[in-house]
């Protein structure tokens, strides 16, 4: 009986250490664990994308290194922010974000009018469209799953009531 009781707390002893270990990794949409890279080694290899996706020359490469860097803290101070604040934002603190988010992208657009040729920003606009395409899908799909178990939790509850 107590080997019996050992392996039972050995066993959930581990299952539970497991679950803690599973819960600290980022995982990205495909299941594999997201890698931690600093801001400098994000922007380094968002720009090599960039370079290789739109064939930018060295001037180009110059200034979209300056546009990225820019946009990534412009971006982190914004998380850094976000996570700050724990209360939910009023109506027109969320039309004030829209707001300004819509004015960064019409100026992000007109920077990248500025260094790219003409073939560049049209093929920029179409990375762009299809990220936001990619990102629309994970985020509906994570809606979706959200949704299910809402409703599995509804009907357990109402098949509960009926007994």
């Known amino acids: 009986m107590k080997k019996l009781a050992t392996i039972a ?22 299941g594999k664990q997201m890698e931690k ?16 996706e739109l064939d930018l ?9 300056k546009i990225i860097a820019e946009e990534s803290a412009k971006r982190e101070a914004f998380m850094k ?9 009023t109506s027109d ?17 007109s920077k990248m009018k500025k260094v790219l040729s003409a073939d560049q920003f049209k093929k920029w606009e179409e990375m762009k469209k299809h990220h936001r395409q990619g ?7 994570r809606n979706h799953g959200v949704h299910r178990m809402k409703k599995d939790m509804k009907h357990k509850d109402s098949s509960a009531v009926k007994k």
């Open 9 to 30: 707390l050995i066993a959930i002893i581990s299952v539970s250490t497991y679950a803690q270990e599973k819960k600290d990794k980022l995982k990205r949409h495909d």
């Open 37 to 52: 890279f600093t801001a400098e080694q994000r922007n380094e290899l968002m720009l090599k994308k960039m370079t290789l």
């Open 57 to 65: 020359n060295a001037s180009q490469q110059k200034d979209m290194g």
């Open 81 to 89: 922010n976000r996570k700050e604040k724990t209360e939910k934002p």
């Open 93 to 109: 603190q969320i039309f004030e974000m829209k707001s300004k988010m819509l004015d960064e992208q019409i100026a992000m657009k």
């Open 135 to 141: 990102m629309r899908k994970h985020k509906s799909m």
